[in-house]
């Protein structure tokens, strides 16, 4: 008997089994920590105006080349091991574009009354950041069912919630925090394309194209 | 016939088949896949994929598309609108079948 509930998470489980999107991730996390830090080496400077206003251009720019980069491995690493497959880009529903919308409006509200109340509140920025990947990754982790996803949740809550522990708030907090946590979702990438790439060694070409025998 | 019996023999016997179930499994989850992903997902010898794809694509569940990525030759399969309505169905109504069971 097939169990098809089990066949379909198996399915969007393979997206994940070579790692690349968390190598992605992990870079995108590092090129952010990168940029927070260097804005807060170069604070007060010319420099600094500079580097805070080109925030989203940084932003969108990597976000392009990174995904690039994944697309390109997708198709010159995985593809020819493992076959080629293309997921449903499912359209959020307007329902639940509304609530994640109110979600992070609540969010953005609480935090700037906070910041209003008590401007040392800053400091929590690193494990509100760490609270809310974890969450994301929780969710992932739930609906895909990949037990990594689990691991890098707990990093992401314990490395927010150290930073702030330590005293280290603001927009260092916030950089290192995405140092720490794109380093994390990096090796574990990494880890997993080494398994992977052990597991699936490349076929011999003719093994690919399918079946021309029809 | 008894109307629980009723209910199995009613299920698209085309997609009831263990493979065939397996492979519009998968084609529902994605937009489309090669042969060799299908291949490994479903552990099914090339012959064996061939034959009941040939079978799901000449009751018009699926589309084969075979095109090629360099030089290499690829077959990319997705699951038509047709198809997608026949999962469906077969589910509910599998999933009603074990209800009542």
């Known amino acids: ?214 | 016939m008894p109307a629980d019996a009723r209910g199995l023999a009613d299920l698209d016997r085309l997609i009831h088949e263990p493979a065939r179930l397996a492979l519009t499994a998968i084609l529902n989850v994605v937009d489309s896949a090669d042969f060799l992903y299908l291949q490994r997902e479903t552990g099914l010898t090339k012959g064996n994929l061939s034959s009941h794809l040939a079978k799901l694509e000449e009751a018009g569940y699926v589309a084969i598309e075979k095109t090629y990525r360099g030089r290499i030759p690829l077959t990319l399969v997705h699951l038509t609108d047709k198809g997608a309505a026949a999962y469906k169905a077969y589910r509910a109504r599998f999933k009603e079948f074990l209800s009542r069971a």
Do not use: W
């Open chain 1, 1 to 214: 008997m097939i169990d098809i509930k089990k066949l379909e998470k198996r399915t969007v489980q393979s997206f994940f089994d070579d790692g690349l999107t968390e190598i992605a991730a992990g870079l995108m996390f590092l090129i952010l920590g990168g940029y927070f830090i260097l804005q807060l080496s170069t604070a007060g400077s010319t420099a600094g105006s500079i580097v805070s206003s080109v925030f989203l251009i940084v932003f969108f720019v990597s976000f392009f080349l990174v995904n690039r980069l994944l697309r390109f491995f997708k198709r010159h690493v995985s593809y020819p091991r493992t076959g080629y497959v293309a997921f449903k880009k499912k359209e959020a529903s307007p329902k639940r574009r509304v609530a994640t919308a109110v979600v992070a409006g609540i969010i953005s509200a609480a935090l700037v009354i906070l910041f209003r109340i008590s401007p040392s509140v800053k400091l929590l920025f690193p494990a509100v950041n760490g609270l809310l990947f974890a969450f994301a990754a929780l969710l992932l982790a739930h609906r895909v069912g990949v037990t990594r996803f689990y691991v890098l949740s707990a990093a992401s809550a314990a490395i927010g919630v150290g930073l702030a522990a330590a005293g280290i708030g603001d927009l260092k907090g916030l950089g290192f925090f995405y140092l720490l946590f794109g380093a994390v979702i990096l090796f574990a990438g990494l880890a997993a394309l080494i398994v992977y790439l052990g597991r699936n060694p490349r076929p011999a070409p003719d093994a690919q194209g399918g079946p021309d025998a029809r």
